[in-house]
Structures are given as structure tokens and as C-alpha cells.
């Protein structure tokens, strides 16, 4: 096992290179979360920092748990090729649609029905670990193409907000997730 303050260029392309990466995060009480993500919405911005493009599901947790507590990890498992597991430890903040920094951070991502926060990891530790349990698995296709992105794209963004308004305005826990900035 190896711990760092920082991410180093191997790190880096490593963490690129993965397809589906999960996100932890807690609040001082309640559930903690985890949750799978990929389609592209990673971007590492340097050693130090990370952002993604969170896409509007049937929760929001990760949102609720920040406002609380603003930790986060996001963990990497090498599915192919050499055993490796790498977590990322730090402090989040969210930048929603309605905010002026929405527009320069949303340009690092594709455009993507459903978009609803980023989320930029100021990053205070990394953690390699073997990974000889994690099976080989190879990717066969997305979801996403076929049935995420046009349930939102039809919807519009009209649609969108009023499926945020009842699905992602409060937490599992019953905790804001100021989605809509009215909570």
C-alpha cells in the first residue's frame, strides 16, 4: 500500500484510463453512500484536483452529504491488465448550473441531457492498494447511450427540473440538496 499527498503522473493515467470509478461520501449522521459512475464526466485538472459532471438520477445524496460535511472519495479499480486499486480523499464543493463558474467548468465535459452539478475534489491524500480481488471484467457497453441520456433528453430541461424537484431536492436521509437553491 502507498499514500500520498498528491497524484502522480502514473496515478493520473491510470485514473483516466478507467471506465467506471465510485464515489463515498457521509454526513455527520445518516447513511453513507456509494455510488458508480463513468460515461466520461472525470476530468483530473492536476496532481491536486479532480472534477466531474454529476448526471441527474434517482437520488442525490453525494449533494446532501457535501452540504453537511464536504469529504468525498472517489476509488479506481483496475478491471483489466495489472491488479490496482487507488482512492482519492479530499473536500468537495458543488458548483450547480445556476452558478457563475458553471459555464468554465461545464466546458470540460461533453454536453450530456441531465447534467445537474460538478463536483471539484480538492484532493489531501491518495491510497494504492493491490487489487488482486478484483475480478478481470471488461466493458461491453454503456447504458447510457441507449436508455440514460434519451430519458433525458426527452424530458427537457423543463422536465428535468421538475424530476429534480421531486426525486433530488432531499436525501434518503431527508436532507437538502439545494438542487433547486430552495431548500
Avoid at 498528491?6 to 453513507?32: C, H, S, W, Y
Wanted: with cysteine; proline share 4%.
Amino acid at each position: 500500500m502507498g499514500i500520498s499527498n498528491k497524484l502522480n503522473e502514473n496515478q493520473k493515467t491510470f485514473i483516466e484510463a478507467q471506465p467506471l470509478f465510485f464515489v463515498a461520501t457521509a454526513g455527520r449522521d445518516g447513511r453513507v453512500n456509494v455510488s458508480p459512475k463513468g460515461m466520461n464526466t472525470l476530468k483530473v485538472v492536476d496532481n491536486n484536483r479532480i472534477i466531474w459532471l454529476n448526471l441527474t438520477g434517482s437520488g442525490n445524496e453525494t449533494a446532501a452529504h457535501l452540504l453537511d460535511v464536504n469529504r468525498m472519495t472517489l476509488m479506481f479499480c483496475a478491471f483489466e491488465g495489472g491488479a490496482q486499486i487507488l482512492r482519492v480523499y479530499g473536500q468537495a464543493k458543488i458548483i450547480h448550473p445556476r452558478d457563475v463558474s458553471w459555464g468554465s467548468a461545464v466546458a470540460d465535459f461533453p454536453k450530456i441531457a441531465g447534467s445537474r452539478q460538478i463536483f471539484d475534489l480538492t484532493i489531501d491524500m491518495v491510497q494504492t492498494s493491490c487489487g488482486t480481488g478484483v475480478p478481470y471484467m471488461s466493458v461491453v457497453k454503456s447504458r447510457a447511450e441507449e436508455e440514460l441520456i434519451p430519458y433525458y433528453e426527452e424530458m427537457g430541461p423543463e422536465g428535468v427540473e421538475n424530476y429534480w424537484r421531486r426525486k433530488n431536492s432531499l436525501s434518503i436521509d431527508n436532507k437538502p440538496t439545494r438542487i433547486l437553491n430552495d431548500h
